[in-house]
Each structure stands twice: as C-alpha cells, then as structure tokens.
C-alpha cells in the first residue's frame, strides 16, 4: 500500500478521534469487503509479480491506490447512496466475490474501516476511511452443490 494512502488514512482518523473526543482505535473497525479480480492472484503472490493494470481487476486497482468511491458499483437497493460497503461478516462479503461465480479462488479484503457507528454493515463516502489490512484468497464450495453431487454419486451406486 502506498505510503501517501496509509498516511491519509491515519490523518482521518485522529481528525475523526478528535471531533468524537475518543481514540483512533475506538472509531477503527475491523471489517470484509469482497471484490473482484481479473488476473491470478496466487500466481501473482507466488512469483511477486506487478500488479495487473486491467481496468476490470478490482483487487489489483484496490491494492495500487485503495478503495474510490468513484469506482463503487452500489448493488444495494436500499441504500440512497452508494458507498464502500463493507461487513463485520465475512459470509455477507462473500456475496460481492460471488459475483464471478466459476472463477475460483475468491478473494476478500480485511479493511481497517474509520466510523464512530459500529454495525453489521458500514457505508463509507471517504476514499481515507478505508485501508486494506489482508488479502484473503480461498475457494469456496457451495454446500448446497456438494450435497446434490454426494447424493448423485450415492444413487449412481444403486
């Protein structure tokens, strides 16, 4: 992560301290936020290769310059205004991974979020708000589609 994000990021967040009369720690939160990608990640980690530059790859876009609220696709209706979403739940982060639905692995981030609310979900409209922490990269296997593929293989043995 590039040092001028970092450094904006931690301004934010004593100038948020500051107004709320708390500390930085209390107002950062701990939060997932699953994105997209284009190119390999595990080959890319693997051989320390640059990031990709396909305008499509997300989690290399995320990784250059953090998150922009000019490149959010808001896919919540009920939300008026679209901001970086992000989940104290991983299963629900999971959906925005999802999307890529036969390209495995799927990755998700660990942003450190600044907000004085605390929630299942937050929305950020500040581009500092957010920092990566951790890439995650994992497959995930659909329990639904691994118990339909259990019972196929139990009925072709009757």
Same mark, same amino acid.
Request: charged share 25%; glycine share 2%; proline share 5%.
């Given at each position: 992560?590039? *040092?001028?994000?970092?450094?904006?990021?931690?301004? @934010?967040?004593?100038?948020?301290?500051?107004?709320?009369?708390?500390?930085?720690?209390?107002? +950062?939160?701990?939060?997932?936020?699953? +994105?997209?990608?284009?190119?390999?990640?595990?080959?890319?980690?693997?051989?320390?290769? *640059?990031?990709?530059?396909?305008?499509?790859?997300?989690?290399?876009?995320?990784?250059?310059?953090?998150?922009?609220?000019?490149?959010?696709?808001?896919?919540? $209706?009920? $939300?008026?205004?679209?901001? !970086?979403?992000?989940?104290?739940?991983?299963?629900?982060?999971? +959906?925005?991974?999802?999307?890529?639905?036969?390209?495995?692995?799927?990755?998700?981030?660990?942003?450190?979020?600044?907000?004085?609310?605390?929630?299942?979900?937050?929305?950020?409209?500040?581009?500092?708000? +957010?920092?990566?922490?951790?890439?995650?990269?994992?497959?995930?296997?659909?329990?639904? *589609?691994?118990?339909?593929?259990? !019972? @196929?293989?139990?009925? *072709?043995?009757?």
């Amino acid at each position: 992560m590039p *040092e001028k994000i970092i450094k904006r990021h931690q301004k @934010l967040a004593a100038k948020m301290a500051k107004k709320h009369n708390t500390e930085p720690q209390t107002i +950062t939160h701990s939060m997932f936020h699953g +994105t997209t990608y284009c190119c390999d990640p595990i080959t890319m980690l693997r051989t320390k290769a *640059e990031l990709c530059e396909n305008k499509e790859c997300a989690m290399c876009k995320i990784l250059r310059k953090g998150n922009k609220m000019r490149k959010v696709r808001n896919r919540w $209706w009920w $939300w008026k205004k679209s901001g !970086i979403m992000s989940s104290n739940d991983p299963a629900n982060s999971l +959906t925005s991974s999802l999307k890529q639905r036969n390209h495995q692995p799927y990755i998700m981030f660990v942003l450190d979020v600044l907000s004085p609310l605390s929630g299942y979900k937050l929305k950020t409209l500040n581009n500092a708000a +957010t920092i990566p922490k951790y890439l995650i990269i994992f497959e995930y296997i659909d329990p639904n *589609e691994h118990i339909a593929k259990r !019972i @196929l293989e139990l009925s *072709e043995n009757y």
